[in-house]
């Protein structure tokens, strides 16, 4: 019975193992149609429209790429998909009380955007663990920062940086200025609750901020 139970687990997870780097590998060159979290919210609130309009990262304005990385990820380019030095610094912060944003690289959020579930359990961060490790060994830092752009949520019902600027700006994600770019960066830490246009005084600190971080970020290459 035990080692029918194992032989089970194995195959199961075998198959997992299989199914997930099949996506992965899909992925690499398939745009992204939907994510878990456009089905979730869908169900949550079936009258909230979902806009998402996936493009290649050519027709997304580089002030848009540079300021989630200098926002979200300033060692986006250099690191294996995990901020190690972030992550002491979130961790210290905890412990002596301080209210400290999460270390999830653009990589880490990419992987759970695409492939996972919103949460904090040991098992959702565990995958979002492998799933990182999987992007990050298959996939360009370019493809990744194209996914993260394309499906991340900017706003209720918004999702991706196309959709983004044409319902915050009215414009395409190829044409965003930099304190457009710099706005819709200022609202991902909570989407449904802030406002790019027009920006409250607390985002419209965060987007200063971030502009002043895209100036001294300077040029990027992701190659």
Do not use: C
């Amino acid at each position: 019975m035990i080692k029918r139970l194992f032989k089970f687990l194995a195959k199961l997870m075998g198959l997992f193992i299989l199914f997930s780097l099949f996506l992965v590998l899909l992925f690499k060159w398939v745009p992204v149609p939907f994510t878990p979290l456009m089905a979730i919210r869908y169900f949550e609130k079936p009258e909230e429209e979902i806009n998402h309009n996936w493009v290649a990262k050519e027709k997304i304005s580089r002030h848009l790429q540079l300021a989630v990385i200098a926002s979200e990820d300033q060692n986006f380019a250099t690191h294996n998909g995990f901020d190690f030095e972030a992550i002491e610094k979130a961790i210290e912060g905890n412990r002596q009380g301080k209210r400290i944003r999460g270390a999830s690289t653009i990589s880490q959020q990419t992987a759970k955007n695409v492939f996972l579930w919103p949460g904090r359990t040991w098992l959702r961060k565990g995958l979002e663990t492998y799933f990182t490790f999987l992007i990050e060994t298959f996939w360009s830092k370019e493809r990744i920062l194209e996914v993260y752009l394309n499906s991340i949520e900017m706003g209720s019902g918004v999702y991706g940086a196309e959709a983004a600027a044409q319902y915050w700006f009215h414009k395409s994600a190829e044409n965003l200025s930099i304190a457009e770019a710099a706005a819709i960066a200022a609202i991902l830490p909570n989407p449904r609750k802030y406002k790019a246009n027009p920006a409250s005084n607390y985002i419209q600190q965060r987007k200063n901020w971030i502009m002043g971080q895209m100036q001294n970020y300077g040029a990027f290459n992701l190659e």
